[in-house]
């Protein structure tokens, strides 16, 4: 079953870190690009960030609200992905989702996400 | 950044009904746009890609068009089942964003 699994979530203070965790399964992991997405307490989505794959030399890209806190890793030796989240805010509280972005192959590819974790909740509050 | 508007942020509808979901960006996006849908404690779920590619396993209900900077999502034939809340989400260019979300209510 092709399925990613969000873990490492839990309550910090501000100004603290955390690292989150997808780990995937089912699909060939060093392939895809994969992206963080999070969603604060009843708004919503709003997508953190991308990691490409070894042939797109791991290249990382970051949305404005967290460039230079956050940093998307991944080790595909171990099917797994990363977000280390650094000097946390009080708005940083949400889901984060992992989530799997579609390979592309030829023809109209605008890199969708087709596999999603069930997420795992961060809550930065003192 | 490019900005994503939905409209409407919320829609009562019927079971049986047709129901168009309008996305409009802050620039143009050609094709590069994609529709989910999220219901309640759920992660969201891909419907549309490239504006108007069906993704597997999604009914035919469903679709999608436009190009550039205005764009809709159709559901010809509402199901219970349908209600939800949609997203839709460039991939033009970095940062992607989504739009703000329209809630699918039961009337």
């Known amino acids: 079953e092709v399925q990613v699994v969000e873990s490492g979530g839990g309550l910090v203070q501000p100004g603290g870190s955390l690292r989150l965790s997808c780990a995937a399964s089912g699909f060939t992991f060093s392939d895809h690009y994969m992206d963080w997405v999070r969603q604060a307490p009843g708004k919503g989505l709003e997508w953190v960030g991308r990691?490409?794959?070894?042939?797109?030399?791991?290249?990382?890209e970051y949305a404005a609200s967290v460039k230079g806190r956050f940093t998307i890793s991944r080790d595909d030796s171990k099917n797994s992905l990363y977000l280390q989240m650094n000097s946390l805010k009080t708005e940083d509280t949400a889901v984060y989702y992992c989530?799997?972005?579609?390979?592309?192959?030829?023809?109209?590819?605008?890199?969708?996400?087709?596999?999603w974790g069930e997420g795992t909740t961060v809550a930065v509050s003192s | 950044d490019i900005q994503m508007t939905q409209s409407p942020s919320s829609l009562s509808a019927s079971v049986g009904d047709r129901v168009t979901i309008t996305c409009r960006a802050s620039q143009s996006i050609n094709y590069y746009l994609n529709w989910y849908q999220q219901k309640p404690g759920k992660a969201p779920k891909l419907l549309i890609y490239a504006a108007s590619s069906l993704q597997s396993g999604v009914p035919s209900s469903f679709s999608g068009s436009g190009s550039g900077t205005d764009f809709t999502l159709t559901i010809s034939s509402l199901q219970p089942e349908d209600f939800a809340t949609y997203y839709c989400q460039q991939t033009y260019s970095a940062p992607s964003t989504f739009g703000q979300g329209t809630n699918l209510e039961i009337k």
């Open positions: 990691i490409k794959n070894k042939a797109n030399s791991y290249t990382t």
């Open positions: 989530a799997r972005v579609v390979l592309c192959s030829g023809g109209r590819c605008p890199r969708p996400m087709d596999v």
